[in-house]
């Protein structure tokens, strides 16, 4: 698994998102993560939803994976909904 499948499936699993995963070692990555789905929730109920969205991968795969999870208004950004 390299860091475009992960942003992929991060992307997948969390609509709308903006996701930024770095990494080339295969194993250990870093990931930024913008999502309105974010909004209300603390810092470990964001990390388990983006993990969930992995699934099994965490752990296998993927080895490592230091996150920064925002809404858009702690990222300074804005996002538009389909």
């Known amino acids: 698994m390299d860091k475009h499948d992960i942003e992929r499936i991060v992307s997948a699993g969390l609509p709308g998102a903006e996701v930024l995963v770095e990494g080339d ?13 974010f909004t209300n929730k603390r810092t470990l109920e964001r990390h388990r939803m983006v993990y ?3 699934g099994d991968a965490v752990g296998r795969e993927v080895h ?3 996150l920064e999870t925002l809404t858009p208004a702690e ?7 389909d």
């Not at 070692?25 to 789905?37: L, N, P, T, Y």
């Open 25 to 37: 070692d295969g194993a250990h990555f870093k990931a930024r993560i913008v999502s309105d789905a």
């Open 52 to 54: 969930a969205t992995l």
């Open 64 to 66: 490592a994976l230091s």
């Open 75 to 81: 990222a300074g950004t804005v996002t538009t909904k």
